[in-house]
């Protein structure tokens, strides 16, 4: 019982947990995509580099003043959500009205912005971030050992998923927002400062990215193309899920995680396409993405 | 009409004298892009898809290339040929899917697509991963002319060029390029009206794919080299850019803006990273002030319908 066809269980369990770790921050990117695209009618390209901008920002404060995780958990989602509203109040706001298409070309000019000053200032190699003396060690489960740092970015990305889900289907902002996405006008002439809230819809969608940089901080290396790598997966990832649904994009991000990690184990050779690849199936036969509605 | 064939003469004229003035090598890589560009632009420009995973047609077609004239040993004419016909394949098969979404989405799967070829060029063999293809040999045209000098050469790649223009020229102002045209007015409306819209735009996708790929071959043999870059999603922003630049929907904006971000790459290759925060700011720039590009807004202040 501790090979799982020909593969140690050790092994195993080992590539599916880094699946599902992956599969974890794709959720929480694709969730802010989603949230985004939903209100703005926006693909935001420099989701991706705000993800990279979050981890540079955590290594900066625990390397250059000190700060820990912990305070970096709370004030980096803070620090580039209100990036993400300068952004949304001086530059996305103008595009209003027109073709999506140029949503999608200036967040590209900001993500290459971005990731330009980042590796200006710190060249292509990573950074490492170390982790915080709880996290050190892993439990043992008698089948594997998990990290404990695995353990807690899986548990914390997931109530952080379902958080958002609860407040955007169950809440009367969340009423607001989805009302906001289907007729704005209407909503504006009910009184809801509509402006706002687009500018609060971004702020949120990135610092949801934010805090996935600095979650992922000391699990990957922080390097200024942290972001470009895994950007392009989450819009597959996007692609196949549809980005009609919040719940949607979170199981679909967790699956393909999961996925990816089995394909490691079993054929390592295509786990850098197996996204793809899915993507390709899932456009064949629900080119609207398994949770999506043409919109 | 007649001034746009007074515009034709006076650049083949251009041409011509240009490898006299400016260095071959650099017109070479200029000539390359902008038939690159003006590939992706009959995509953006005259059909209205965005395409952001131009480079796997440019780059797979330079790894072709490359290999049919080095490893194969085939005359430069039968590379490029082979080079641009698998671009085109590529297209029938990524077109067929990326039809299936439109708007955003249509740009979100081609650069899904793309780093998939991008990742199957990383571990393909016939590619040398991070070295790439390199000396690949020009070898002789028709086994006759000798491309070893490099004006000789820089001639093939413009007369390459002139044709690939005058192709889309031909194409946009053929009844084709005018349903064309109207899917990217009015999609429903064309739809409406009989038209089979997305075979017309799978058989665009596939004409810009195979032309984009004329480009990349005919780099590939020009530079003797074929690289990772070559089919990396920053070289699908950057035809974006060149386009946006020169102007969208324009016959003569793409080249210029592939002139203008290749020179800018030239001489500010030094500044390494910069380059990348200079492109994002014109990237920026273009978006939010100058949406109709270079081209674009000097037709529009003459009043003229491009």
């Known amino acids: 019982m501790s090979d799982i066809f020909g593969v140690p269980i050790q092994a195993f369990m080992g590539q599916l947990m880094l699946g599902l770790v992956n599969g974890c921050f794709y959720a929480m990117l694709s969730l802010g995509l989603a949230v985004i695209f939903g209100m703005l009618n926006i693909v935001n390209f420099a989701h991706g580099a705000l993800y990279m901008v979050g981890a540079f920002l955590a290594w900066m404060l625990l390397n250059l003043v000190g700060v820990n995780y912990w305070v970096s958990l709370l004030l980096v989602p803070l620090a580039v959500g ?10 996305l706001r103008w595009l209003h009205g027109l073709d999506h298409l140029y949503g999608l070309l200036l967040t590209f000019g900001l993500a290459l912005i971005i990731e330009g000053i980042f590796r200006e200032a710190y060249g292509s190699s990573g950074q490492p971030y170390d982790l915080p003396q709880v996290f050190k060690g892993s439990f043992d489960l008698g089948f594997m050992f998990l990290p404990k740092y695995r353990a807690w970015v899986v548990i914390a990305s997931l109530v952080v998923c379902l958080a958002t889900w609860f407040v955007i289907e169950k809440t009367k902002l969340g009423a607001y927002l989805r009302a906001g996405t289907e007729n704005p006008n209407l909503v504006k002439a009910f009184g809801i400062n509509v402006p706002l809230m687009v500018t609060l819809t971004y702020a949120f969608g990135v610092g949801l990215a934010g805090l996935a940089g600095v979650m992922a901080a000391p699990i990957y290396q922080v ?3 942290m972001g470009s790598n895994i950007i392009i997966i989450v819009f597959a990832v996007v692609v196949i899920g549809g980005m009609g649904s919040i719940l949607g994009s979170i199981v679909t991000g967790l699956a393909l995680g999961l996925i990816e990690g089995l394909t490691k184990v079993f054929y390592a050779e295509i786990s850098t396409t197996v996204v793809f690849i899915i993507m390709a199936i899932v456009l064949m036969f629900r080119p609207a993405g398994l949770f999506g509605r043409e919109k | 009409m007649n001034r746009t064939w007074l515009v034709f003469v006076v650049l083949a004229l251009a041409g011509l004298v240009a490898p006299f003035v400016g260095y071959p090598i650099f017109l070479m890589k200029v000539l390359c892009f902008a038939l690159f560009a003006s590939a992706f632009n009959l995509l953006i420009g005259f059909t209205g898809l965005l395409s952001f995973g131009h480079a796997m047609f440019f780059g ?10 080095k ?6 004419e039968v590379a490029i040929l082979l080079g641009t016909l698998s671009a085109g394949a590529l297209g029938v098969v990524s077109g ?16 899904a697509l793309a780093q998939m070829v991008y990742f199957i060029c990383v571990q393909a063999p016939f590619t040398y991963a991070e070295d790439g293809i390199q000396s690949i040999p020009r070898g002789k045209l028709l086994g006759v002319v000798d491309l070893a000098n490099d004006r000789v050469m820089y001639y093939l790649v413009f007369a390459v060029f002139m044709a690939g223009l005058l192709g889309i020229y031909r194409i946009i102002h053929s009844p084709f390029g005018q349903i064309l045209k109207s899917i990217r007015e009015n999609e429903a409306r064309a739809l409406s009206l009989g038209y089979d819209v997305d075979r017309y735009k799978h058989l665009a996708f596939v004409l ?14 020009a530079f003797g080299l074929a690289t ?14 060149m386009t946006l630049l020169g102007g969208m929907g324009t016959i003569l904006g793409p080249a210029l803006g592939a002139t203008i971000v290749v020179t800018m790459q030239n001489y500010l290759s030094s500044l390494g990273s910069m380059v990348t925060i200079i492109m994002g700011v014109t990237f920026v720039a273009c978006v939010l002030l100058f949406r109709r590009g270079i081209v674009g807004e000097i037709q529009f202040r003459l009043g003229r319908k491009a």
Request: aromatic share 10%; no cysteine.
């Open chain 1, 223 to 225: 390097s200024p193309l």
């Open chain 2, 60 to 69: 797979f077609a330079a790894y072709v290339s490359g290999h049919a004239a």
């Open chain 2, 71 to 76: 490893v194969w040993g085939l005359t430069p």
């Open chain 1, 82 to 91: 209100a990036l993400g509203a300068l952004i949304e109040k001086t530059m």
């Open chain 2, 228 to 241: 990772l870059t070559d089919v990396s999603w920053q070289m699908s922003g950057e035809v974006v850019l």
């Open chain 2, 208 to 221: 810009s794919a195979s032309l984009a790929g004329l480009a990349g071959a005919t780099k590939s043999l």
């Open chain 2, 96 to 111: 067929w899917l990326a039809v299936r979404r439109q708007g955003i989405y249509f740009a979100m799967v081609t650069l």
